[in-house]
């Protein structure tokens, strides 16, 4: 087994393959504990984004791509055309363009890094990481540290949420003028409320499956916010000109039924809709309907580009050392594989140090002179010590070339 990974993004699936994919914040912690258990894998992280989802792994590439099917109930067939595979270093490096943000639709956005460390910490609490994964990853954190702070990659960021304000701009000329409803009291609505919460709109809701959680979020609004359950959407939607849902759930909170009845009691007035989630929140035909005007997060990539040009000649900078920084990791990787093996060669010294020293101590107790002893036992360690290397040497010939340069330099020997 090899570190490997397996995964698809924004930029090899479209949204519908994407969220197919997806493992939910409530299911993951028992994926990553199932592959990491699984024949595929002995360790495995799982990071599941709206843009990505990604398994990194200590395993058979094969074999995760399999359990990932499995696990989807999906045709093996029907996935593998949107998957990577990456090898040990490619992972590696994966990785660390990731974490900093090198790899994401909003080049150098700083949320990736929060969601690899809560995949991380999940993937810790399921003991589903041992030594491979953990050293990758705390190395990983500390690349992206250092190229945060070294370069300008995350300077004139337009992220996710700030674009969704300038989207919903594109319709509505004065936020200011508008009741916005949110679906969901994660980090990603957190995020978006914040930047619509400094517009003043009119109004504004949190929708949630418990509402400790939404009120805990409206409290931390700038402005007034009221709090409400997901059961209260069908009876209060058409009283929103924005809605923005970001959730976990498996299936679509909002049908295109329930907005087709929002809008007539709204006269027609037009409503924006942005769905973040993956899989998506709202249903996708809702964008048929006249006066709805519904975005996804591939809907996104246009808006997020702005300011691409200034972040591209940042983003130089920080790949030259996200390559330098993987080869001091694979580096060090390997200096690491030989632990075992000097390990092994120490403790074979000392088992022959240990039988002559026993020898020695048995002849001087019968009296033998110590002159006499210690020649005995340089001789019987020297032998002890050398008979391997010379027989292997005497077995290979003169024709292996390679092993004769190798003891060669081990012994510092000349060999003319």
Not at 81 to 91: A, G, M, R
Not at 251 to 266: C, I, Q, S
Not at 273 to 295: F, G, K, T
Request: include cysteine.
């Amino acid at each position: 087994m090899q570190l490997t990974a397996v995964g698809l993004n924004h930029q090899t699936a479209p949204l519908s393959i994407r969220e197919k994919l997806a493992f939910t914040a409530a299911d993951l912690p028992e994926a990553v504990h199932r592959l990491a258990h699984s024949r595929a894998a002995k360790e495995a992280v799982i990071l599941s984004t709206c843009n990505r989802t990604e398994l990194y792994c200590v395993g058979e590439t094969e074999e995760i791509i399999a359990w990932l099917a499995q696990y989807h109930d999906l045709p093996l067939e029907e996935i593998r055309p949107y998957l990577y595979t990456l090898d040990s270093n490619e992972t590696v490096r994966h990785a660390f363009r990731v974490a900093c943000g090198l790899d994401s639709m909003v080049l150098g956005e700083p949320q990736i890094l929060g969601q690899i460390k809560d995949a991380v910490r999940i993937a810790q609490e399921q003991e589903s990481m041992d030594s491979h994964l953990n050293a990758m990853f705390q190395k990983t954190f500390a690349v992206a540290k250092e190229v945060r702070t070294d370069t300008a990659v995350g300077e004139n960021s337009v992220s996710m949420a700030s674009a969704s304000v300038k989207m919903a701009e594109q319709i509505f000329p004065d936020i200011a003028d508008l009741n916005v409803l949110f679906i969901g009291a994660g980090e990603m609505i957190e995020l978006v409320a914040t930047y619509f919460a400094a517009k003043q709109p009119k109004l504004i809701t949190v929708a949630n499956r418990t509402l400790p959680r939404a009120q805990e979020l409206c409290d931390k609004l700038s402005v007034h916010a009221e709090p409400c359950l997901l059961g209260a959407l069908p009876d209060i939607l058409h009283e929103y000109d924005v809605i923005v849902s970001s959730t976990a759930s498996q299936l679509p909170l909002v049908g295109k039924g329930m907005v087709e009845r929002a809008l007539k009691k709204r006269q027609h007035m037009p409503v924006f809709l942005l769905d973040l989630a993956v899989p998506r929140d709202i249903e996708a035909e809702v964008a048929e309907l006249n006066d709805a005007y519904l975005y996804t997060v591939d809907d996104m990539m246009e808006i997020v580009q702005s300011g691409k040009e200034a972040r591209q000649k940042a983003a130089s900078a920080a790949e030259a050392m996200v390559e330098e920084k993987v080869a001091e990791f694979v580096k060090w990787q390997k200096s690491r594989q030989s632990v075992p093996l000097i390990r092994a060669l120490r403790d074979e010294g000392e088992r022959a140090r240990r039988q002559v020293l026993e020898n020695a101590m048995k002849q001087l107790s019968k009296g033998t002179p110590a002159e006499e002893v210690l020649e005995r036992l340089s001789i019987q360690l020297t032998n002890k010590l050398l008979h391997s290397p010379t027989s292997t040497l005497n077995k290979a010939g003169a024709d292996d070339s390679n092993l004769i340069e190798t003891v060669a330099q081990i012994y510092h020997l000349d060999q003319h």
